[in-house]
């Protein structure tokens, strides 16, 4: 029997007395916040889960469900904290990591502040389509090629 239903959990209800145990509830997002929302003090872990990895470590541009206007705090957030431990790490370690050595792309339309060149955003944004467009064709002619001649005639 799951946890929920042995304390007899109601969305209505956040406080439960199990004998002298007590307990509150909360809502996920206090502890697991994955949408893009504004970041407030009730959100104590933010999760960079699903699109976020493409966005941060391959720079795809944002999208349909992490559009850019409500994503950009989480985002910037994310690079200026990167960017801190790179450079604690470095200071500690007399070493000079960039972020693409951690396998980070911070990109070309943000200056040293993570303040957005609008300038420069569109060519970003171009440049990294036509590289998803080119990766997308490379799968599939790579897909068409290992496939046998009876299975290309299957399809």
């Given at each position: 029997?799951?946890?929920?239903?042995?304390?007899?959990?109601?969305?209505?209800?956040?406080?439960?007395?199990?004998?002298?145990?007590?307990?509150?509830?909360?809502p996920?997002?206090?502890?697991?916040?994955?949408?893009?929302?504004?970041?407030?003090?009730?959100?104590?872990?933010?999760h960079?889960?699903?699109?976020?990895?493409?966005?941060?470590?391959?720079?795809?541009?944002?999208s349909?469900?992490?559009?850019?206007?409500?994503?950009?705090?989480?985002?910037?957030?994310?690079?200026?904290?990167?960017?801190?431990?790179?450079?604690?790490?470095?200071?500690?370690?007399?070493?000079?990591?960039?972020?693409?050595?951690?396998?980070?792309?911070?990109?070309?339309?943000?200056?040293?502040?993570?303040?957005?060149?609008?300038?420069?955003y569109?060519?970003?944004?171009?440049?990294?389509y036509?590289?998803?467009?080119?990766?997308?064709?490379?799968?599939?002619?790579?897909?068409?090629?290992?496939?046998?001649?009876?299975?290309?005639?299957?399809?």
């Amino acid at each position: 029997m799951s946890f929920w239903k042995l304390i007899g959990y109601t969305r209505e209800k956040t406080r439960y007395l199990i004998g002298s145990l007590k307990i509150i509830s909360k809502p996920c997002s206090i502890l697991n916040e994955m949408r893009s929302k504004p970041i407030t003090p009730e959100r104590h872990i933010l999760h960079y889960k699903s699109k976020w990895q493409r966005i941060l470590a391959e720079g795809i541009n944002f999208s349909k469900t992490k559009p850019k206007k409500n994503s950009w705090e989480m985002y910037v957030f994310y690079l200026k904290n990167c960017l801190e431990t790179i450079n604690a790490l470095n200071t500690a370690n007399q070493t000079k990591l960039k972020p693409r050595d951690i396998g980070m792309i911070f990109p070309f339309y943000l200056n040293a502040d993570l303040q957005e060149n609008k300038l420069l955003y569109p060519i970003y944004f171009l440049q990294s389509y036509s590289r998803q467009i080119s990766r997308r064709l490379k799968k599939l002619i790579f897909r068409q090629k290992s496939l046998t001649p009876n299975q290309k005639t299957k399809k």
